[in-house]
C-alpha cells in the first residue's frame, strides 16, 4: 500500500503511529510530497497538482510496484483521484484498489463550504476560550515546549468532533508556499466528470462531523463506477485518532472483500 499525507505542504509523520496499523494487511510505503518533510527544497519552481501525480508515478515505477493500493488522506485522497484519473490515461500503473480517508473536497465549490465551516469552528466559543486560557497561562515563558504543542492542538481542533482529541494528533507543519503553490494551480477545479474513468474498486471513508462537506464523498462515490461510502459517526477530520476501530475495521474489510477482484487477479497473474 502506497499512503499519501494530507496538506499539501505536510509530511507524512503525523499520521503515525496510528497508520502503521495498515501494516497489518501488508508492506507499507510513506513518503514526503514535494516541497515538504524530507522532500523540502530550495527551488522556487511552483509545485502543483500535477508536479505532485508525476512525483507518485516515480515512486510508483521506482519501486516497481504492481498490484498496489493507493491509501490517501485528505489531500492525499484528492491526490489519489487526480492520480487515478490521469493513469486511466495508460500513461502510467493504475491503482487496483484505493481507499480514500476524509478527502479533501472533490470541487471548488465544496472546498468553499469548507473553508467557510473550518473558520466557524475554530471561531467557536470553546475553541476561543481555551486560546484565551493559553494566552493568559504563563505557560510560554515557563515551558516553550509545552506551549507550542498546546498551541498546535487548538491550530487544529476544529477537525475533531470532540476538540479536546487533538491532543492525541501527532504535531506537524504545513509549508505555507507549497500549500498555496497546489491549490492555486487547481483553480476551479471540479473531478466529478473525470472520475467515471477510474474503475478500481474504492473505500470512501467519512467522518460525519468533518468540516470537509460529507457531500464530497458522496458525490465521488456516486461518479466513481466501483465505490463504497462508509460515514464514521462522532469522528471529524481525523477518523485514525477519533474512530480508529471503526475506521481500521472498514479498511480491513474492505481489502478482503476485494482481495479476489478480477483486476487484482488480472495484475497478480503477470
Excluded at 57 to 74: H, N, Q, W
Excluded at 251 to 262: K, N, Q, V, Y
Aim: glycine share 8%.
Amino acid at each position: 500500500m502506497v499512503v499519501l499525507h494530507g496538506g499539501p505542504g505536510a509530511h507524512h509523520d503525523y499520521l503515525l503511529p496510528q497508520m502503521l496499523r495498515l501494516g497489518d494487511a501488508g508492506p507499507l510505503l510513506f513518503y514526503d510530497q514535494r516541497g515538504s518533510g524530507r522532500s523540502r527544497t530550495e527551488s522556487r519552481d511552483p509545485v502543483t497538482w500535477k508536479t505532485h501525480v508525476a512525483d507518485l508515478a516515480a515512486v510508483v515505477k521506482e519501486f516497481d510496484i504492481t498490484p498496489f493500493t493507493l491509501v490517501g488522506y485528505s489531500w492525499g485522497g484528492l491526490l489519489a483521484l487526480f492520480y487515478a484519473v490521469e493513469a486511466a490515461s495508460g500513461e502510467f500503473s493504475a491503482p487496483d484498489r484505493m481507499v480514500l480517508i476524509d478527502p479533501a473536497p472533490i470541487s471548488r465549490s465544496f472546498r468553499d463550504i469548507y473553508d467557510t465551516e473550518y473558520a466557524r469552528r475554530q471561531g467557536a466559543r470553546e475553541i476561543v476560550a481555551m486560546r484565551e486560557q493559553l494566552a493568559t497561562s504563563g505557560l510560554r515563558t515557563e515551558d516553550a515546549d509545552a506551549y507550542r504543542q498546546r498551541a498546535f492542538e487548538l491550530s487544529v481542533a476544529g477537525f475533531f468532533a470532540d476538540p479536546h482529541m487533538a491532543s492525541n494528533l501527532t504535531p506537524f507543519r504545513v509549508i505555507g508556499r507549497v500549500q498555496q503553490s497546489v491549490w492555486e494551480s487547481l483553480g476551479d477545479y471540479d473531478l466529478a466528470d473525470s472520475l467515471p474513468k477510474v474503475e478500481c474498486p474504492t473505500l470512501i471513508v467519512h467522518g460525519r462531523q468533518d468540516p470537509i462537506p460529507l457531500a464530497s464523498s458522496k458525490a465521488a462515490a456516486r461518479a466513481l463506477p466501483d465505490a463504497r461510502l462508509v460515514i464514521l459517526e462522532d469522528s471529524g477530520h481525523v477518523p485514525y485518532v477519533e474512530q480508529p476501530d471503526a475506521l481500521f475495521g472498514a479498511i480491513e474489510r474492505f481489502l478482503a472483500e476485494t482481495a479476489d477482484s478480477p483486476l487484482l487477479r488480472h495484475r497478480y497473474d503477470r
